[in-house]
């Protein structure tokens, strides 16, 4: 496994990454709160952060990390 810069490409699929860890590991958070963060997460915060993906054998990125700063 490498890790590698993300591209703008990637944030749809790092988006639905993100939401699927969110619902299997942050039960105390409803629905609403979840459609909320996944608006920031997608419009803000992927956009400004830098960005580093790991991708499956399919290419599909496994697992990502973003830095500030």
């Known amino acids: 496994m490498r890790i590698e810069r ?4 990637d944030h749809p699929a790092l988006a639905v990454l993100w939401e699927r860890s969110v ?11 979840i459609l909320a ?3 920031a ?4 915060a992927l956009p400004a952060l830098d ?3 790991t991708r499956g054998a399919d290419g599909a990125p ?3 990390m973003g830095l500030s700063g």
Do not use: I, M, N, Q
């Not at 993300?6 to 490409?9: M, Q, S, Y």
């Not at 619902?23 to 709160?33: C, K, P």
């Not at 997460?41 to 803000?44: D, F, G, K, L, Q």
């Open 41 to 44: 997460v997608r419009e803000r």
């Open 51 to 53: 960005l580093y993906l």
């Open 37 to 39: 963060l996944r608006d």
């Open 6 to 9: 993300a591209t703008r490409e």
């Open 62 to 64: 496994t697992g990502f």
């Open 23 to 33: 619902r299997a590991t942050h039960d105390f958070l409803g629905e609403s709160d």
